[in-house]
């Protein structure tokens, strides 16, 4: 299925910037199960330098300098995706455990590859008690890490409300356990310690949602904005993606922007200003049908 | 020998010590060869015979032939040198002053050459080997993939930079700076117990104890042929200009600093003078099309080299720490697009962790094919049950460390613990085990410390520093310099050995057998340098700081003089006294008078109020401020005038302990007579020593312009109303503008009120009238640097227009009509002038500072997304 994505973030400064530095990631990478088709990201004020990179993870970012005084900034990212289908979950995994030790043992390259998603990073720690009792229940001695963790992603999702002024960027996940309370962005981050603590590579992934749903289809949680859910390493399968926002496996509605270890890896539109006083942020997010892909030639 | 370990450092087996609180006896002339006989342990002096080793011979025969007393006369000497020259080290958590001499002794610690070339060779090593280390690392990760390092140490380290990866550093070399912090274990051979990859600190503070130290010594330095230091600065010069991306003779190398609230702020502003570098914070640099500049009064100029003292995590608040204020935005980027060379590279930081330690053998014989000539000392890194176990079953025998850098943990000696502690500790270490590390308490060698003319053994740690050699690969050569900073444990030291702990410094001294080479870099050798009379490439943060303390020290002068004539005039009673106090109120902007105040003692408890009180504004908070911005602009002050700066702070110290005890008048009087005579001594230094770079003018400027206000506050403080006793308040005026002698010149006994303000208003040959400020800010002003990107001219024409305006308001006004009172006994005209005074000169600095010292606005970061609930979601 191809999607349009349009999104806008724009930062209104009450006193002038002079100059300003930003670091993005905003085009969608390709995946096994997604391809990006046309992409172009529009900046205004023009930026005086632009430099596009891929980083550790994969990702696509783009570097900017903004030497022009100016009082806001506006950013549009355009993109066509298409993303396929999702292969039907297997019927039987790897017993939990085992893929904990193949991945300890650095068993194959893709063990290895995925220890760089099993440890603490900045916004989920690997040592907390809280996730570890959390997470427990789903992961019984011997059961098959896809069905655990998928039954982890439900209840995540039962147990903690979508609510939009309960945290803030800043609040860190053992405090999201308490609360019990989020947005997509913490649920992921709950799920990823959840999933660390237990010695499982996981992985965040921030992208969008379908704003518009195809007749007879309900909107989903979290579209208009930025998405976030997560990834869990399967040994021969790849990466499974769960979010736990919406109690789902992503499929055809989900379009991967970028991945990392959790959110400050792959944060859409980071800056530092100079000047600037006060600033407010709009952000808007929107996915309709695209056009198919062009012929090649 | 598992018995004896750091801790008894506290409590040396071998010698009497002075019983505590004894009053320090007089030097008995103790000599190293009594010491070496009376050493029964691991001494660097001493061998097991207790005799003195042959390395150290040639000093201890010098030494012993000291007169009695000899050795004790020069160190006090020494010990001004130290004083003086303003050679400290910050506390963090120290929540007085915060700043500390350096602690340093006279004893040398003596290497031999042989001896010395041996450990260099482990030292040179191991800086190899962290270098192929981070390459791989930050490149293919080959250690991870063969399981030669648990991914663990690297992936979850803090210090492990992600957006590093890949990045090839200027020149392929990840480390060019490395210090080792070596011991004599049990054995008798060196071990390393930290290695320092990030910023090595001390290089500075070695050298500075070698100055003082050969000149304490001098005859005993020149006999033993001890090797120079220089060698090595030498090589850190070289090492640093090979690294620059544009090539050239004459590269731009700043070193970026963390400011002066840093621990070792003051090595960081000996180096860069010594070594000829710009020193620099992170406000001061910014990245432009990839390429990073320092921000000067002329200026952007481009930046080659940028010897780090900044933690890497902290340089980039863009991609790195986003919570960092010092670092420099886009600095990441402008590595990679191969603008800049950073030395340590970013990512350095990665290996500085002692849980890298046990793996090591192993790592060097794969990336270097060598096996480890240096070992570490035994350490064990918790993350692996089987180690685990270990550790815990003889955790008794064991110091616990973090793995990563974890804010500041002090190393958990277990043996000091109860077994409540011990108990919890074994919970911390079981619950979260790959974040700690064990290292088997280390049977230190010692040293004889001389203390009070008595020889004590002290526990001793040494830190060696390597510097890569120009323009080598991954992996090759480096230069150890000979010597090191030698840290030797106080006497109640239960910790590890750290100056930060109590220990102290002592020079090292790597003894040839022959005449070394006589090289010093404090008198420049070699190739002549590019002649410069510079100016423009002032950093504006620098020129904010010394316009700062050109006007806080202004205002100290004129509140000292302003209280010490109030002082005086306690006697006469109310007036002049209340005058003044209004006075000196304005000047420390303090706007509610208290109640009056009519006795003596009230009056001298405000002065001292307005000295002493921990309240913004007063003499105290001034001279705070003074210390605080001189301190920031440390490395374009004269070690004169730093001393100067010092000492001012001294005296309040000193003055702060008695206050409120001793506040007799006499008292007062004299400790702001010296303050009066420093300050005097200090503007004295600044006009005779300061070259008149772009540095001086804005010192000036800020002491001309903060007179004039003064002067205002002053008159519109005290003549604006008449009133009987004015000829007193007028010549105590005339006293605290140090223009009494002028006038009484000029006008023999008769005070009045139109020659007085013609004196301090509008004279302009009188250095302390406003008018005469005028006309020196004027003169600045028009040879102030031309902004680039500006029109021409534009600014500095606005601000001379500003002055000039003032000036010939000041010049066009007649004294007479200043000074005519009208019914109510005002002076309607004076006080119109002193408002417009008040209103144009604050004007005026503001425009000054927003013209060419407005770069200090801080770099802010952005606000990150929020999730907002989408309209018309609904909420679950």
Same mark, same amino acid.
């Given at each position: 299925m191809i999607h349009h994505?349009?999104?806008v973030?724009e930062?209104l400064y009450?006193?002038?910037v002079s100059?300003s530095h930003?670091?993005l990631?905003l ?6 199960t997604?391809r990006?088709?046309r ?10 330098m632009?430099?596009e990179?891929t980083?550790?993870? +994969?990702?696509?970012c783009?570097y900017?300098?903004i ?5 806001? *900034?506006?950013v549009?990212?355009r993109?066509d995706v298409?993303v396929a ?5 297997p019927?039987?995994?790897?017993p939990w455990e085992?893929?904990r030790?193949?991945?300890r ?7 290895r590859a995925a ?5 603490a990073?900045p916004h989920?720690?690997t040592s907390?008690?809280a996730a570890r009792?959390?997470?427990l ?13 998928r039954?982890?992603?439900?209840r995540?999702n039962?147990?903690f409300?979508?609510?939009s002024?309960?945290t803030t960027?800043a609040t860190?996940?053992?405090?999201v356990?308490? *609360?019990?309370? +989020?947005?997509?962005q913490d649920?992921? !981050?709950?799920e990823l310690a ?6 499982l590579p ?7 949602l ?5 007749p007879?289809?309900p909107?989903?949680?979290g ?6 859910w997560v990834?869990?390493f399967?040994p021969a399968l +790849?990466?499974?993606?769960l979010?736990?926002?919406?109690d789902l496996v992503p499929?055809?509605?989900?379009i991967?922007v970028a991945?990392?270890?959790?959110y400050?890896?792959v944060?859409p539109v980071? +800056?530092?200003?100079?000047g600037?006083?006060? !600033?407010d942020l ?5 996915v309709?049908p695209?056009e198919p892909?062009p012929?090649?030639? | 020998m598992?018995?004896?370990t750091l801790r008894?450092a506290?409590?040396p087996?071998r ?5 505590p609180g ?10 190293l ?11 660097e002096?001493a061998?097991?015979?207790?005799e003195?080793?042959?390395a150290w011979r ?11 007393g000899?050795l ?9 040198l130290?004083h003086?020259n ?9 929540p007085?002053? #915060?700043?500390?001499p350096w602690p340093l002794?006279? #004893?040398?610690i ?9 450990l260099?060779r ?8 962290f270098?192929a280390?981070?390459?791989d690392i ?8 063969e399981?030669?390092?648990p991914?663990?140490l ?5 210090g492990?930079l992600?957006p ?10 990840f480390?060019h ?7 004599r274990?049990g054995s008798g051979?060196w071990?390393?117990?930290a290695d320092?990859?990030?910023?090595p600190?001390g290089?500075?503070y070695?050298?500075e ?8 010594l ?5 006999d ?9 600065? =030498?090589?850190?010069?070289r090492?640093?200009?090979a ?14 600093s ?5 621990a070792t702020?003051?090595?960081q502003?000996?180096?860069?003078q010594?070594?000829?570098y710009?020193?620099v914070?992170g406000a001061?640099?910014?990245v432009r ?6 921000k ?12 780090r003292?900044l933690?890497d995590?902290?340089c ?5 720490r986003?919570?960092?204020a010092?670092?420099?935005p886009?600095?990441?980027?402008a590595?990679?697009?191969?603008n ?10 990665v290996?500085?962790t002692a849980?890298?330690m046990?793996?090591?053998p192993?790592v060097?014989?794969a &990336? ?8 570490s000392v035994?350490t064990?890194?918790c ?5 685990l176990?270990?550790?815990l079953a003889?955790?008794?025998d064991?110091v ?8 500041r943990?002090?190393p958990?000696?277990?043996? $000091?613990?109860?077994?409540?502690a011990l ?8 619950a ?10 280390a049977?230190l060698?010692?040293?004889p410390?001389?203390e ?5 053994p002290?526990r001793?740690?040494?830190?060696s520093f390597a510097?890569?050699?120009?323009g080598?690969e991954?992996?090759?050569a480096?230069?150890? #310099? ?5 840290v030797?444990a106080?006497r109640d030291?239960?910790h590890?050995?750290s100056i930060?702990r109590?220990?102290t410094s =002592?020079d ?7 005449p070394v080479n006589?090289?010093?870099?404090l ?7 590019e002649l ?7 950093p504006s943060?620098v020129?904010d700081?010394l316009?700062?303390?050109g006007?806080y020290a202004?205002?100290?002068?004129a509140?000292?003089?302003?209280a010490?004539?109030?002082v ?6 109310a007036?002049?006294?209340d005058?003044?106090l209004?006075?000196l109120?304005?000047?420390a902007r303090i706007?509610?008078?208290p109640?009056p105040a ?5 009056r001298?408890?405000?002065i001292?109020?307005?000295?002493f009180e921990e309240?913004?504004g007063?003499?105290?908070?001034t001279l705070?401020?003074?210390h605080?911005?001189?301190r920031a602009?440390?490395?374009r002050?004269s ?6 700066i010092?000492?001012?702070d001294?005296?309040l110290?000193e003055?702060?302990?008695w206050?409120?005890v001793?506040?007799t008048t ?20 600044? #006009? ?14 800020g002491?001309?312009l ?7 506050l002053?008159i519109?403080a005290?003549?604006?109303t008449a =009133?009987?006793?004015?000829?007193l308040?007028?010549?105590s005026?005339?006293e605290?503008a140090?223009s009494?002698?002028?006038y009484r010149r000029?006008?023999?006994a008769?005070?009045?009120?139109a020659?007085?303000?013609d004196l301090?208003l ?5 250095p302390r009238?406003?008018v005469f400020q005028?006309?020196a800010?004027? $003169?600045?002003?028009v040879?102030l640097?031309? &902004?680039p ?9 606005a ?6 305006a003032?000036?010939s308001?000041?010049?066009e006004t ?5 000074a005519e009172?009208d019914a ?9 002038m002193m ?7 604050p004007a005026l600095?503001d ?6 010292l407005?770069?200090?606005t801080q770099?802010?970061q ?5 999730w907002?609930a ?7």
């Amino acid at each position: 299925m191809i999607h349009h994505v349009v999104h806008v973030t724009e930062y209104l400064y009450s006193e002038r910037v002079s100059t300003s530095h930003h670091d993005l990631h905003l085009l969608p990478r390709s995946t096994p199960t997604q391809r990006c088709l046309r992409e172009e990201l529009e900046i205004a004020p023009p930026p005086a330098m632009r430099r596009e990179r891929t980083d550790d993870f +994969g990702n696509r970012c783009t570097y900017v300098e903004i030497h022009e005084p100016h009082n806001n *900034l506006r950013v549009t990212s355009r993109a066509d995706v298409d993303v396929a289908p999702p292969a039907p979950l297997p019927a039987t995994s790897a017993p939990w455990e085992a893929v904990r030790e193949a991945v300890r043992a650095g068993a194959d390259a893709d063990a290895r590859a995925a220890r760089a998603y099993a440890f603490a990073s900045p916004h989920v720690p690997t040592s907390s008690a809280a996730a570890r009792a959390y997470a427990l229940p789903s992961f019984a001695a011997g059961r098959g890490i896809v069905e655990a963790a998928r039954e982890l992603t439900t209840r995540i999702n039962k147990d903690f409300v979508y609510d939009s002024r309960a945290t803030t960027i800043a609040t860190p996940v053992e405090e999201v356990l308490k *609360l019990r309370r +989020g947005v997509c962005q913490d649920f992921a !981050h709950v799920e990823l310690a959840c999933l660390r603590a237990l010695g499982l590579p996981a992985r965040y992934v921030s992208g969008y949602l379908v704003t518009r749903p195809p007749p007879g289809k309900p909107r989903l949680v979290g579209a208009d904005a930025s998405h976030a859910w997560v990834a869990v390493f399967v040994p021969a399968l +790849g990466w499974l993606p769960l979010d736990p926002t919406n109690d789902l496996v992503p499929g055809e509605q989900h379009i991967t922007v970028a991945w990392g270890r959790d959110y400050s890896d792959v944060t859409p539109v980071r +800056g530092v200003i100079m000047g600037g006083g006060r !600033h407010d942020l709009w952000v808007s997010v929107d996915v309709s049908p695209g056009e198919p892909a062009p012929a090649t030639g | 020998m598992p018995g004896t370990t750091l801790r008894a450092a506290t409590d040396p087996p071998r010698t009497p010590e002075a019983a505590p609180g004894a009053v320090a006896s007089p030097p008995t002339g103790d000599t190293l060869r009594a010491y070496a006989a009376r050493s029964t342990g691991l001494d660097e002096l001493a061998d097991e015979r207790g005799e003195i080793r042959p390395a150290w011979r040639g000093f201890a025969a010098r030494f012993d032939a000291l007169a009695p007393g000899e050795l004790a006369r020069r160190w006090a000497e020494a010990r001004h040198l130290i004083h003086d020259n303003g050679v400290s080290f910050n506390v963090y958590g120290d929540p007085k002053g #915060m700043e500390r001499p350096w602690p340093l002794g006279p #004893m040398p610690i003596v290497v031999g050459a042989e001896e010395h070339a041996a450990l260099a060779r482990g030292v040179t090593q191991r800086a190899r080997l962290f270098d192929a280390l981070l390459a791989d690392i930050y490149g293919p990760q080959r250690v991870l993939d063969e399981g030669l390092l648990p991914a663990e140490l690297v992936l979850a380290h803090p210090g492990f930079l992600r957006p590093c990866r890949g990045v090839a550093p200027m020149g392929g070399r990840f480390l060019h700076l490395y210090a080792a912090d070596v011991v004599r274990g049990g054995s008798g051979a060196w071990s390393v117990l930290a290695d320092r990859t990030q910023a090595p600190s001390g290089a500075g503070y070695a050298l500075e104890n070698r100055i003082i130290v050969s000149r304490i010594l001098p005859d005993e330095f020149r006999d033993c042929h001890v090797e120079r230091l220089a060698t090595y600065f =030498q090589q850190v010069r070289r090492t640093m200009v090979a690294l620059a991306p544009r090539g050239g003779d004459n590269p731009r190398v700043v070193l970026l600093s963390p400011g002066p609230y840093n621990a070792t702020y003051f090595e960081q502003a000996f180096l860069a003078q010594y070594l000829g570098y710009m020193l620099v914070e992170g406000a001061d640099l910014t990245v432009r099309d990839g390429c990073v500049y320092v921000k000067t009064l002329g200026g952007l100029h481009r930046v080659d080299v940028i010897r780090r003292r900044l933690n890497d995590d902290f340089c980039d608040p863009l991609e790195l720490r986003a919570d960092s204020a010092l670092g420099v935005p886009g600095l990441l980027e402008a590595v990679r697009e191969g603008n800049v060379a950073i030395a340590n590279a970013l990512g350095s930081g990665v290996v500085q962790t002692a849980a890298l330690m046990p793996f090591l053998p192993a790592v060097c014989r794969a &990336l270097l094919g060598e096996e480890l000539a240096l070992p570490s000392v035994e350490t064990w890194w918790c993350g692996e049950p089987r180690v685990l176990a270990h550790v815990l079953a003889q955790l008794d025998d064991m110091v616990i460390k973090p793995a990563f850098p974890t804010g500041r943990i002090e190393p958990i000696f277990c043996d $000091e613990l109860d077994a409540a502690a011990l108990a919890e500790l074994r919970a911390r270490l079981q619950a979260n085990p790959s974040a700690w590390v064990a290292q088997r308490r280390a049977t230190l060698s010692t040293t004889p410390l001389w203390e009070a003319g008595e020889l004590q053994p002290r526990r001793l740690l040494m830190r060696s520093f390597a510097v890569s050699e120009a323009g080598s690969e991954v992996g090759g050569a480096y230069h150890v #310099m000979p010597g090191g900073l030698g840290v030797v444990a106080a006497r109640d030291q239960r910790h590890d050995i750290s100056i930060q702990r109590g220990a102290t410094s =002592q020079d090292t001294w790597v003894v040839a057998d022959g005449p070394v080479n006589a090289l010093s870099l404090l008198r420049p050798a070699g190739a002549p340098v590019e002649l410069s009379r510079g100016g423009g490439d002032l950093p504006s943060r620098v020129a904010d700081n010394l316009y700062w303390l050109g006007r806080y020290a202004e205002r100290l002068d004129a509140m000292a003089r302003l209280a010490r004539t109030a002082v005086a005039r306690l006697p006469d009673g109310a007036e002049p006294t209340d005058s003044l106090l209004r006075a000196l109120r304005a000047q420390a902007r303090i706007l509610t008078p208290p109640e009056p105040a009519p006795g003596e003692r009230d009056r001298l408890a405000e002065i001292a109020a307005l000295i002493f009180e921990e309240k913004q504004g007063t003499l105290a908070d001034t001279l705070r401020a003074v210390h605080r911005v001189g301190r920031a602009a440390r490395d374009r002050l004269s070690s004169d005038t730093w001393r100067v700066i010092t000492a001012l702070d001294q005296e309040l110290r000193e003055a702060e302990t008695w206050a409120g005890v001793v506040n007799t008048t006499g008292a007062f009087s004299s400790l702001l007579d010296r303050l009066v005579a420093l300050l005097a001594a200090l503007s004295g230094l600044v #006009m005779d020593s300061m070259s008149r770079g772009h540095g001086w003018r804005f010192l000036d400027m800020g002491r001309r312009l903060e007179r004039a206000v003064s002067l205002a506050l002053t008159i519109d403080a005290t003549l604006t109303t008449a =009133q009987p006793a004015e000829p007193l308040v007028l010549e105590s005026l005339l006293e605290a503008a140090d223009s009494a002698i002028t006038y009484r010149r000029r006008y023999l006994a008769s005070l009045q009120a139109a020659p007085v303000l013609d004196l301090l208003l509008t004279d302009p040959t009188n250095p302390r009238s406003v008018v005469f400020q005028l006309g020196a800010l004027l $003169e600045h002003i028009v040879k102030l640097p031309h &902004l680039p990107g500006r029109a021409r001219d534009g600014i500095e024409t606005a601000l001379a227009g500003g002055a000039d305006a003032l000036l010939s308001r000041l010049e066009e006004t007649s004294v007479r009509r200043l000074a005519e009172v009208d019914a109510d006994e005002r002076r309607p005209e004076l006080v119109a002038m002193m408002a417009e005074l008040a209103r144009e000169l604050p004007a005026l600095s503001d425009a000054l500072t927003e013209s060419y010292l407005n770069h200090a606005t801080q770099a802010r970061q952005l606000a990150r997304l929020v999730w907002r609930a989408p309209e018309g979601a609904s909420e679950r």
